[in-house]
């Protein structure tokens, strides 16, 4: 039980910080957004930015839940940082970008809304948005 508390309280303080990188995302400040975002990688998930961009889309959840003991709630997060990197890279210009992180936001959520056993209108909006970006692109 105590996990599940501190990871439900990650993801809630996760939406404040993510609060403020859409700020700095909005005023065009795109260097201090993506170095907020580095830190919030490490401080949320304990491995850098790049460990969890190299992974494909493909084998996400399975090496993250099975080989790194990740649990829902850590791919909840990953998710929610995928889908501001997506927002980031659309901002910058970067259509690639953009696309490769809104899928795998996606794919993770889309694995957590089927694991768990409640209902989130939140996680379904976001994932609509997504779709809706996924198919702009």
């Known amino acids: 039980m105590y996990q599940k508390d501190y990871i439900l309280r990650m993801i809630e303080m996760l939406g404040d910080l993510l609060a403020a990188l859409f700020g700095m995302i909005r005023?065009?400040?795109f260097t201090q957004a993506s170095e907020k975002l580095e830190r919030?990688?490490?401080?949320?998930?304990?491995?850098d930015a790049s460990f969890f961009r190299s992974i494909p889309k493909e084998d996400l959840t399975h090496k993250l839940l099975e080989?790194?003991?990740y649990t829902n709630g850590h791919l909840e997060i990953l998710a929610e940082l995928f889908n501001a990197e997506a927002e980031l890279?659309?901002?910058?210009?970067?259509?690639?970008g953009?696309?490769?992180y809104s899928e795998k936001s996606l794919l993770l959520f889309e694995f957590i809304d089927l694991q768990q056993k409640t209902l989130s209108l939140d996680r379904l909006d976001k994932m609509t948005a997504i779709r809706n970006r996924i198919f702009d692109l």
């Open 27 to 29: 005023r065009g400040e």
């Open 40 to 47: 919030i990688y490490f401080d949320m998930l304990k491995e």
């Open 67 to 69: 080989e790194h003991n």
């Open 89 to 96: 890279a659309a901002s910058q210009g970067n259509p690639k």
């Open 98 to 100: 953009c696309l490769e």
